[in-house]
Antibody, heavy 118, light 108 residues
Framework: QVQLQESGPGLVKPSETLSLTCSVS????????WSWIRQPPEKGLEWIGYIYHSGNTNYNPSLKSRVTISVNTSKNQFSLKLKSVTAADTAVYYC????????????WGQGTLVTVSS | QSVLTQPPSVSETPGQRVTISCSGGSFNIGSNTVSWYQQFPGTAPKLLIYSNSQRPSGVPDRFSGSKSDSSASLAISGLQSEDEADYYCAAWNDSLWVFGGGTKLTVL
């Protein structure tokens, strides 16, 4: 069974960079698309972007200037960096897997809360 | 403001049928398929419906989806107390994924 696990700091200061890693177990990172999705407290879901195992990326235009998603196939991990964060970036961050770019995310991590505060 | 529009809340009594609507536009629902997710508090969303009306393995057939033009609906029949959750629609929108704002289902 494929499992995804997010890890990273739960508290980030304003103007700094949020960094999260998603570790994939029970399956290879190759051949799939890997997304980051976030959910502010008591609000809906927002897709941040995805990466293919080859390294091709696609980002939400609303976040594109601040986001970098990268993949490390040897570690079966992919990562998110979001720079210049503000309180509006406080959210539960999920990593997820799709079988293609247009197929919805099926496997999700449990999510990790990141709070932006000084 | 979400790209896809859902009612904030719906409610119904056990055993009944409830529908949740999702309205979009020509670049998302109008030209791509719709998916639906179920989310319980403190947990990750679970895929309920993909390709408008397909259920992943393990999803009861009480859950069904449909799409017409730029709108979609999720129907839950034989409502059970454990169906009380938040439901989100999603669609591919011209190279990005968009979600509805979510609908809270209350089972009275």
């Amino acid at each position: 069974q494929v499992q995804l696990q997010e890890s990273g700091p739960g508290l980030v200061k304003p103007s700094e960079t949020l960094s999260l890693t998603c570790s994939v177990s029970g399956g290879s990172i190759s051949g799939f698309y890997w997304s980051w999705i976030r959910q502010p407290p008591e609000k809906g879901l927002e897709w941040i972007g995805y990466i293919y195992h080859s390294g091709n990326t696609n980002y939400n235009p609303s976040l594109k200037s601040r986001v970098t998603i990268s993949v490390n196939t040897s570690k079966n991990q992919f990562s998110l960096k979001l720079k210049s964060v503000t309180a509006a970036d406080t959210a539960v961050y999920y990593c997820a897997r799709h079988r293609s770019s247009w197929f919805p995310p099926y496997y999700w991590g449990q999510g990790t809360l990141v709070t932006v505060s000084s | 403001q979400s790209v896809l529009t859902q009612p904030p809340s719906v409610s119904e009594t056990p055993g009944q049928r409830v529908t949740i609507s999702c309205s979009g536009g020509s670049f998302n629902i109008g030209s791509n398929t719709v998916s639906w997710y179920q989310q319980f508090p403190g947990t990750a969303p679970k895929l309920l419906i993909y390709s408008n009306s397909q259920r992943p393995s393990g999803v009861p057939d009480r859950f069904s989806g449909s799409k017409s033009d730029s709108s979609a609906s999720l129907a839950i029949s034989g409502l059970q107390s454990e169906d009380e959750a938040d439901y989100y629609c999603a669609a591919w929108n011209d190279s990005l994924w968009v979600f509805g704002g979510g609908t809270k289902l209350t089972v009275l």
